[in-house]
């Protein structure tokens, strides 16, 4: 399924320039696989665990480097967190050059702290979570970068300053 090289990412596909997929200009990565396989998900095609392709990693860390637009990278799926050691390099290459960073995820902040470190250290590192599996009865169009209701924009920095969940509505 994911018995790939260390330097190399199961994706299904980038989009190398977006204003959709979290706040400013910004570089998106969506992983394959996702166990979660919500119900009428947006991204269906990404669940499939040996589904997309294999791509270097730091192909990938080039791409979004090279573009002096890019104001961060956000980082979907199919479920990110199910890769976490390929996810924490992109997310420390993009910290080393000084962008933002966001993650989707079906797993709750919650379930993902209960994971492995590196899971645990993507979460002190990234600046943003938008957690929780897309829940069709709870649909809502209206929401910033979100599904359904239950979905929740975590800003990582303040909840690890604070050691609680710090939620936002909107970016500044």
């Not at 002096?68 to 080393?96: C, H, M, N, W």
């Not at 492995?116 to 910033?144: C, M, Q, R, W």
């Not at 920095?157 to 500044?172: A, G, M, P, R």
Request: aromatic share 10%; with cysteine.
């Amino acid at each position: 399924m994911l018995n790939i090289s260390s330097d190399e990412i199961r994706l299904s596909g980038i989009i190398e320039e977006s204003i959709v997929d979290g706040p400013g200009f910004r570089f998106v990565i969506f992983t394959q696989g996702c166990p979660k396989r919500c119900f009428l998900c947006h991204n269906e095609e990404t669940q499939s665990l040996t589904g997309g392709y294999i791509e270097k990693l730091d192909k990938i860390v080039l791409m979004f480097s090279n573009n002096p637009l890019i104001k961060g990278i956000t980082i979907s799926g199919g479920e990110p967190f199910i890769q976490p050691d390929k996810v924490l390099y992109l997310v420390r290459k993009a910290k080393e050059l000084n962008l933002n960073v966001l993650l989707y995820s079906g797993f709750y902040y919650n379930e993902l702290q209960r994971m492995n470190d590196s899971v645990k250290t993507i979460l002190k590192e990234a600046d943003y979570l938008i957690d929780g599996p897309f829940v069709h009865t709870e649909k809502n169009l209206n929401l910033l970068f979100r599904g359904s209701n239950n979905q929740r924009i975590i800003d990582l920095k303040e909840t690890n300053k604070i050691n609680d969940l710090v939620f936002i509505d909107s970016f500044e």
